[in-house]
């Protein structure tokens, strides 16, 4: 059993909502593409990026919360996997929303995924992240060693009106 597969069977939306910040990034993009969201979860973010019309792949350990999307949004891809082992290479968008904590435990392991992903995905992909503000001046400087990022948006926000966040968008050229 995955870690919060207990959680989304108590609650269909564990998480919450999307967060604005990133669906109005998304909505004003100029293109749509293919999408892989990173830690899915229950859809928060996959279902309405796929209502804007973005091909989403929902990725996630959990079975349980991938179902809870299939058994409503039928067209949304998903894939039970490990994150840190999928390939994000064919994708247009790289989406990662607080699945990122650079804690003391995680700080190499996730250090290592933002690099693959930065390294594996294709000239002109888009890499999109939001977390809690206080951890995100690592992943600035793993995004700054990389010449070949262009900074898309980078905009500090509060979250439900509770937690200051950070969202992040680069392309790769």
């Not at 990725?59 to 840190?84: F, H, M």
């Not at 890499?127 to 700054?144: A, P, T, Y």
Request: aromatic share 14%; with cysteine.
């Amino acid at each position: 059993m995955a870690t919060y597969d207990k959680y989304y069977n108590e609650d269909k939306q564990y998480f919450g909502k999307a967060n604005e910040v990133l669906i109005e990034f998304f909505t004003s993009y100029k293109s749509r593409g293919s999408l892989a969201d990173l830690g899915a979860g229950q859809g928060r973010n996959s279902i309405p990026l796929s209502a804007l019309g973005y091909d989403v792949t929902a990725v996630d350990i959990s079975k349980v919360g991938l179902n809870q999307i299939t058994d409503l949004y039928p067209n949304i891809k998903t894939e039970c996997t490990d994150i840190y082992k999928y390939d994000v290479g064919d994708y247009d968008f790289i989406l990662l929303d607080s699945m990122l904590h650079f804690y003391k435990n995680d700080f190499t392991k996730e250090s290592n995924l933002v690099k693959h992903l930065l390294s594996n995905m294709k000239i002109d992909s888009v890499f999109v992240n939001c977390m809690i503000l206080s951890k995100h001046s690592h992943l600035v400087d793993i995004i700054n060693g990389y010449d070949s990022l262009n900074v898309l948006s980078s905009q500090e926000f509060l979250y439900d009106n509770k937690m200051k966040y950070h969202f992040i968008a680069v392309c790769k050229s």
